[in-house]
């Protein structure tokens, strides 16, 4: 079966801010409470979805939550007008409301799990929305999460959509930015490998001491389940503990996967040599890993400048391309090692950079911004058209950003009024645009 890995990338939100909400993400708290720019922050997001599909790579996109969650403040207490609630929730409850008005969504990594078809038993491509229950303000987004991919990937012959997992932190589960799919063509079954932080239920396991582990075993091995894969297709890997406590919070700030190549970290994973040589067994001949030494990169810089929280991708003409935000080229360490890799031709022959750095200064980077899904000639048809990220959308949502988001947002703006009403009138033209239908609740009254 011919199939294409698609790009489906989140879009910034009218509320992207820095509010510093995500405990162990070193960028989001070192820039807490600087003023953000959400209309660059989404045309820079926007851009890099432009430049990829003109490198020939099927992309789409992902709308973002209705933020600020008016219903879920009033689920915390708060009542009266829409105004009165942001008021009351300003005054008495501020990192409450902060958490009810993050973008973070726009990081759809953390959207969902995707197996493609050529890997389920049902032969079709199955979708888990991540229930994100570590962080208070990203566990209120699966709800949304999945009437948009419902309404994205809207056929039961192609697609098969599971709830999020239940709500408990024994089965916290962080979407794709934890597993990794190899394969020697997009089409073909592959292996689909589950990066875990900690065990739920075992706390005599190795886990991080300093931040949370995000992403359990029990989460990762239920997903495996739901989703139909079989043993032999499957590699379950637990994070390097030490990694996550520098700041490593998801598996794709320290590695990165794309059909028979794995491009990590030398400490990214607990008993590594492990987990090699699993991958290579169920791969077979023609499987590679490009691991970097520690003396060469350090975590710290590989967490800074966000080396492995890139897209690596096999373009239309057999180039691989590591997609790289503009921060790489800041550290030299990391640069003269980027310069290196391409000279010794081991299978990324091309760097490609972008400037994300509102995303960046949030704590999130190419990776970060997409969700992959393959997809069959047949299962493209059967997508939703209208998120496909065309000549024409690209001109369509630029000029509706442009239209509707503001230049500069600091925490004291989430409770003004207008931003919720300018917010709801951005997202009701874009379901439109994107033909999405009544997924946010404030059209569903």
Not at 37 to 62: D, E, H, R, S, W
Not at 75 to 86: A, T, W
Not at 241 to 263: E, K, R, S, Y
Request: glycine residues 6%; charged residues 15%.
């Amino acid at each position: 079966m011919i199939a294409y890995e698609a790009n489906f990338d989140g879009l910034v939100g009218p509320t992207h801010n820095y509010s510093g909400l995500s405990a162990g993400n070193i960028a989001s708290l070192t820039h807490s409470h600087h003023a953000s720019n959400p209309k660059n922050a989404a045309l820079q997001g926007l851009n890099k979805m432009k430049a990829l599909a003109n490198l020939g790579l099927l992309q789409g996109v992902i709308a973002p939550q209705i933020r600020p969650d008016i219903k879920m403040l009033r689920r915390l207490g708060f009542s009266g007008s829409d105004r009165r609630v942001l008021q009351q929730a300003a005054q008495q409850a501020p990192k409450l409301l902060t958490s009810c008005c993050s973008a973070s969504s726009m990081w759809a990594a953390n959207a969902a799990t995707v197996s493609p078809s050529a890997d389920t038993r049902d032969k079709r491509i199955h979708f888990t929305p991540a229930n994100l229950v570590s962080h208070f303000h990203r566990s209120i987004e699966h709800q949304t999460t999945s009437r948009i991919l419902a309404a994205m990937f809207n056929d039961d012959n192609h697609f098969c959509h599971h709830p999020p997992l239940p709500a408990s932190e024994h089965l916290g589960d962080e979407g794709a930015a934890n597993h990794m799919r190899f394969c020697v063509q997009h089409g073909e079954p592959g292996v689909e490998m589950f990066v875990f932080g900690r065990y739920g239920f075992d706390h005599h396991q190795s886990a991080p001491q300093r931040y949370p582990a995000r992403q359990t075993y029990e989460a990762s091995a239920a997903i495996a389940r739901l989703h139909q894969l079989a043993p032999q297709q499957l590699v379950m890997a637990q994070q390097n503990p030490t990694v996550i406590d520098h700041g490593v919070f998801h598996n794709d700030v320290i590695a990165v996967a794309n059909q028979q190549m794995l491009f990590c970290h030398q400490d990214a994973f607990l008993d590594q040599a492990n987990v090699y040589q699993q991958l290579h067994h169920k791969m077979g001949i023609g499987f590679s890993i490009i691991e970097v030494p520690n003396d060469v990169v350090s975590v710290n810089d590989a967490v800074s400048s966000y080396l492995f929280n890139s897209q690596l991708v096999t373009l239309p003409n057999g180039d691989v391309s590591l997609i790289l935000p503009q921060e790489c080229q800041h550290n030299a360490c990391i640069w003269e090692y980027i310069q290196q890799l391409l000279q010794a031709q081991v299978g990324i022959n091309r760097v490609d950079l972008f400037d994300l750095s509102q995303s960046m200064q949030n704590g999130g980077g190419p990776a970060c911004l997409r969700l992959k899904v393959v997809l069959s000639d047949k299962e493209q048809q059967a997508v939703n058209p209208a998120v496909f990220l065309t000549e024409t959308l690209f001109k369509r949502l630029r000029d509706w950003i442009d239209l509707h988001y503001r230049d500069r947002l600091v925490e004291a703006d989430l409770a003004d009024p207008l931003l919720l009403v300018e917010s709801h009138t951005a997202l009701d033209e874009l379901t439109y645009i994107l033909k999405l239908g009544s997924v946010y609740d404030f059209q569903r009254v």
